[in-house]
């Protein structure tokens, strides 16, 4: 197997202000493996909070790339790879989940395109009739007719902005098909978020409204506060203080008005299991957990414990976002907008524009580059990372 990177700059259409910084454009590293002709994709996309700047992104992808060369084919790689479970001689794993979870996402895109199976089969992905299943993905060609592909409305992200453009954007998105829309949070000045979620709500009385102030609040602002939002029909609070302290946030939910989810408070699979049961949602991103067998573990833990289920992003392409697509009808709640939030998404293939994502039937990820034939504006330098073994 082959692997090769591309980096790429991805400029978001307006701002996106949260309570600790406001993102402007991002890179998006993606990873190309190739064998026998075929080629699987994924991304890894640049963030300052979880600290991966492009250089690291690519060192680590690249060294990644050059552990798969020693695969005889993609369906090893896929078993053998990512089985270390987070240690590496017993050492905790140098690679960041970002990495992990872009490099699994080729290996599944290629090994879907090698069997003709799309990816949410491949996982044994439930159908959104309510069909589960646990096979693995050398066990999912024997039932690919029984499941259809995943799709789920997602939310749409509205930044901190002032009270009227916030109205503004709330009509266009209703109008545009979105049912939900995710209000980000955590202005020093409380009462600046709650008018933006009134004016949300009365430029669009029926959408359902999740909040996320990002871990600004704190726990006697959260208690405060609460009441308030839900008054204005506000549907649930992701992370309302800073991370770090997952019992003070599990007892805040356990008297709170409305549903509190847990994000930043839940990286791996320890801290899900931490919380289940405990908070009222857990917010599962690829690039934070490691990948889509990451997040199904997570979402078997979730299972029955009462505590529901949210797929969220970072800002990524279609690609980066196609990779939880393939799980959203697992979701309660959806948020899967990242690539939405850009001037031009370089893949299409998830749709999303009309307030709904959906996988494809095709095989692998089922996404494509836009203008293939041609360099990605933006593209740099090529190199690759791997030889045949």
């Known amino acids: 197997m082959k692997a090769t990177l591309r980096t790429v700059r991805l400029t978001l259409a307006e701002p996106l202000r949260i309570s ?43 060294a990644s790339g050059r552990e798969l060369s020693r695969f005889p084919d993609p369906e090893s790689a896929l078993r053998e790879w990512p089985a270390r479970e987070g240690k590496r ?69 509205i930044g901190i902005v002032p009270a009227p453009h916030a109205a503004a954007r709330a009509r266009a998105l209703v109008a545009a098909g979105f049912a939900l829309i995710k209000v980000k949070a955590g202005t020093p000045d409380p009462e600046d978020d709650l008018d933006r979620v009134r004016a949300i709500r009365s430029a669009a009385p029926g959408v359902r409204l999740l909040l996320d102030p990002n871990g600004a609040w ?13 008054e204005l029909g506000v549907e649930a609070v992701e992370q309302p203080i800073a991370p770090g302290d997952p019992e003070t946030l599990a007892r805040l939910a356990e008297r709170s008005p409305l549903p509190l989810i847990a994000d930043e408070d839940a990286v791996g699979l320890e801290d899900v299991r931490r919380l289940a049961g405990r908070v009222h949602g857990v917010n599962v991103k690829l690039a934070k957990c490691g990948g889509p067998r990451a997040a199904l573990r997570m979402a078997e833990v979730l299972a029955g414990s009462g505590t529901g289920l949210m797929l969220g992003c970072l800002t990524a392409s279609t690609l980066g ?19 939405l939030l850009l001037t031009d998404d370089p893949w299409t293939g998830i749709g999303g524009e009309d307030g709904v994502v959906r996988a ?20 740099r330098e090529t190199r690759g990372t791997g030889g045949r073994p």
């Open 89 to 157: 001689d017993g050492q905790p794993d140098p690679r960041p989940p970002a990495v992990t979870a872009a490099v699994e996402a080729a290996l599944l895109d290629l090994c879907g395109k090698r069997s003709g199976a799309p990816v949410f089969r491949l996982l044994g992905s439930e159908s959104p009739r309510g069909a589960r299943s646990t096979r693995s993905a050398r066990d999912a060609p024997r039932d690919r007719s029984a499941r259809s592909a995943p799709s789920a409305p997602t939310a749409r992200t």
């Open 321 to 339: 976002l196609a990779p939880a697509v393939h799980l959203a009808d697992r979701a309660r709640w959806a948020d899967l907008d990242g690539h």
């Open 218 to 230: 704190t726990a006697d602002r959260t208690r405060h506060l609460l009441p308030r939002y839900a």
């Open 20 to 62: 600790r910084s406001t993102t402007t454009a991002r890179d998006a590293v993606w990873l190309t493996i190739e064998h026998d002709g075929l080629r699987g994709h994924g991304e890894a996309v640049t963030s300052v909070y979880y600290g991966l700047d492009t250089g690291t992104l690519r060192q680590r992808l690249s």
């Open 360 to 379: 494809s039937e095709l095989p692998g990820l089922g996404v494509r580059e836009r203008g293939a034939d041609t360099p990605a504006v933006g593209a």
